[in-house]
């Protein structure tokens, strides 16, 4: 008797996806569309390592783990953990005004689909000009043929976001040098 009572099968808690409103797009089969969905999903996290503080502090925190000496102390899942948390800490603004100017708006019916993207990516490119160096900029224009202009809502993302990349990863290095020195 206790035998079967110990083997009794809870039923699962009622999980609802629905992806209905995705797949609906006319003349794309929900196959592709499927398709297309999960490839954006994988982009995701690299887009946000790269559009956020993170790269920064992952760096530095790295490279100060070289600097003490020690090969594997903190563990480099302490080193992402810490550096995770801060990044949160850093765009809890940015965040903030995104779910107050898109999310919210959005849900609301007040706005839509497109207008809740344009106003939800506008923070990033705030924080992202903000923290980006303007000769980075400047270099990545001249690649990218773009004229330079002083609204920086007319410079296009693929010129914004490596230009801040480069830009961080040039402060992350110089922080680390100037970490690493008294450890010499």
Do not use: C, H, W
């Amino acid at each position: 008797m206790l035998q079967s009572i110990s083997f009794a099968q809870i039923s699962p808690a009622g999980i609802n996806v629905d992806l209905s409103p995705i797949m609906s797009s006319q003349g794309i089969s929900s196959t592709v569309s499927l398709l297309v969905i999960m490839s954006m999903i994988t982009l995701v996290p690299f887009f946000l390592i790269t559009t956020t503080s993170f790269l920064r502090l992952i760096i530095v925190l790295g490279m100060l783990r070289q600097a003490m000496g020690t090969q594997q102390s903190p563990p480099s899942s302490v080193l992402i953990a810490l550096s995770i948390f801060m990044t949160v800490f850093i765009m809890t603004p940015t965040i903030n005004t995104i779910i107050e100017e898109g999310v919210k708006p959005y849900q609301a019916g007040q706005i839509s689909q497109k207008e809740a993207m344009t106003s939800s990516i506008k923070p990033f490119r705030e924080f992202m000009v903000r923290l980006t160096r303007e000769n980075d900029m400047a270099l990545f224009l001249e690649f990218s043929k773009v004229k330079y202009t002083d609204n920086f809502d007319e410079i296009p993302l693929f010129v914004i976001i490596p230009s801040f990349v480069l830009s961080e990863l040039r402060t992350a290095f110089q922080i680390s040098f100037l970490l690493f020195i008294p450890f010499l």
